[in-house]
């Protein structure tokens, strides 16, 4: 069966620092990877995901992150934090089925403070 | 740009009663998915759609839980009767057929009381 880990429940970072949040899967076969980002209240907004090709893929607001097949991870990362982006986020893997559609498994989230 | 529309987005109800969300995928997604969130933890999937057909609802508690789709289009969860063990926030998402990237809603965050 499929799993996520994020081990880091928060992170605190100040605005303009760098940022990194580690996920590592479970998944048998090549994964298809996501991280989500969730505003309190509200629903998940995807930042970028990876199929297949270059590890390191580009997202929406900055954010990159790239896959190490030999670590099992897929860490998010930012080059310099805003205030804004204090936030929710979701790693996940996804199983394609045959029947159609994408099962994601999410991670518990990490939840990201910024310092002003 | 197109949203996935959820409503109620607050639902307070006591233990007991029956309770019951509605989604309106983005037009054209034939996959619609219904997740629960507990505070703290990831998006679990309840049942996954492909059109009108269930493709997997293999952790939606059937004793209480039902879901439909009847046209493909919109869809309704349905708890009857709510535990406090189902305060949560209730997400929907969709997605084009075959597509791997899903839309998700704003949720309906549930309180039992």
């Known amino acids: 069966a499929q799993s996520v880990t994020q081990p880091d429940i928060h992170i605190t970072v100040s605005e303009g620092a760098s940022l990194e949040l580690r996920c590592n899967y479970s998944?048998?076969?090549?994964?298809?990877l996501f991280w989500y980002v969730q505003s309190p209240g509200q629903g998940l907004q995807l930042l970028l995901k990876y199929f297949s090709g270059d590890t390191l893929v580009q997202g929406i607001k900055g954010f990159e992150a790239e896959f190490k097949r030999s670590q099992s991870s897929f860490n998010l990362r930012k080059p310099s934090v805003h205030w804004s982006d204090a936030a929710e986020y979701f790693c996940a893997v996804g199983n394609i089925l045959t029947g159609g559609g994408n099962k994601l498994t999410f991670g518990t989230g990490t939840q990201l403070k910024v310092e002003l | 740009e197109a949203e996935v529309a959820q409503s109620p987005r607050y639902k307070i109800t006591e233990k007991s009663q029956a309770v019951a969300f509605w989604c309106d995928p983005i037009s054209g997604h034939a996959t619609l998915y219904w997740y629960r969130q507990i505070l703290g933890q990831g998006p679990e999937l309840l049942v996954q759609f492909q059109d009108e057909s269930v493709v997997d609802d293999s952790q939606l508690p059937k004793d209480r839980f039902s879901a439909e789709r009847l046209k493909g289009v919109d869809s309704t969860l349905k708890i009857q009767p709510a535990e406090l063990g189902d305060s949560a926030m209730y997400l929907c998402?969709?997605?084009?057929?075959?597509?791997?990237?899903?839309?998700f809603g704003p949720g309906t965050r549930l309180t039992v009381t």
């Open positions: 998944y048998g076969a090549t994964p298809y």
């Open positions: 998402a969709s997605s084009r057929d075959r597509d791997y990237e899903q839309y």
